[in-house]
């Protein structure tokens, strides 16, 4: 059965962009043990909500998972991983916190509950939800 995920990046260090520009990306790095925990749920077609954190703090685009979870090559010790994403398509506007926020269907998901984590996972619903705000131009 699919899943649903968010991960997190600031744009100054690795942008919509620069993964659109790329194709896929191994998402490293990650080094906390909750998100950690959710890279390693995550199978192939799984999809993700690409979020830029920072100033922007909005929903950008889909991505899926290609390539389920493995050591992370960045890590110089303790047990970290990482796993393959290719990006999909960007969302036709940018879904801000603010307005996730003020989505009655996404309270307590996990981007406002636990903002700090950088990898989440979401259900099923508000990831659709997210993804309605940012391509049916009467949800803003």
């Given at each position: 059965m699919?899943?649903?995920?968010?991960?997190?990046?600031e744009p100054?260090?690795?942008?919509w962009?620069d993964?659109?520009?790329?194709d896929h990306t191994s998402w490293t790095?990650?080094?906390?043990?909750?998100?950690?925990n959710s890279?390693?749920?995550?199978q192939k077609?799984?999809?993700?909500l690409?979020?830029h954190?920072?100033?922007d703090?909005a929903?950008v685009g889909?991505?899926?998972v290609?390539r389920?979870?493995?050591p992370?090559?960045?890590?110089?010790?303790g047990?970290?991983s990482?796993?393959?994403l290719?990006?999909l398509?960007?969302?036709?506007?940018?879904v801000?916190?603010?307005?996730?926020?003020?989505n009655?269907?996404?309270?307590?998901?996990p981007?406002?509950r636990q903002s700090?984590?950088s990898v989440?996972?979401?259900?099923?619903?508000?990831f659709?939800?997210?993804?309605?705000?940012?391509t049916?131009?009467?949800?803003?």
């Open positions: 699919k899943s649903f995920w968010l991960v997190k990046q100054s260090s690795y942008s962009s993964f659109i520009g790329e790095g990650v080094r906390n043990y909750a998100a950690r890279l390693r749920k995550m077609g799984d999809e993700v690409f979020y954190s920072g100033e703090k929903v889909i991505a899926k290609v389920t979870a493995y992370d090559p960045t890590a110089k010790e047990d970290w990482t796993v393959d290719a990006a398509k960007p969302l036709r506007r940018s801000t916190l603010r307005e996730i926020k003020g009655l269907r996404l309270k307590g998901i981007l406002i700090r984590l989440m996972p979401l259900a099923e619903a508000a659709r939800e997210i993804v309605k705000m940012g049916d131009p009467e949800s803003s």
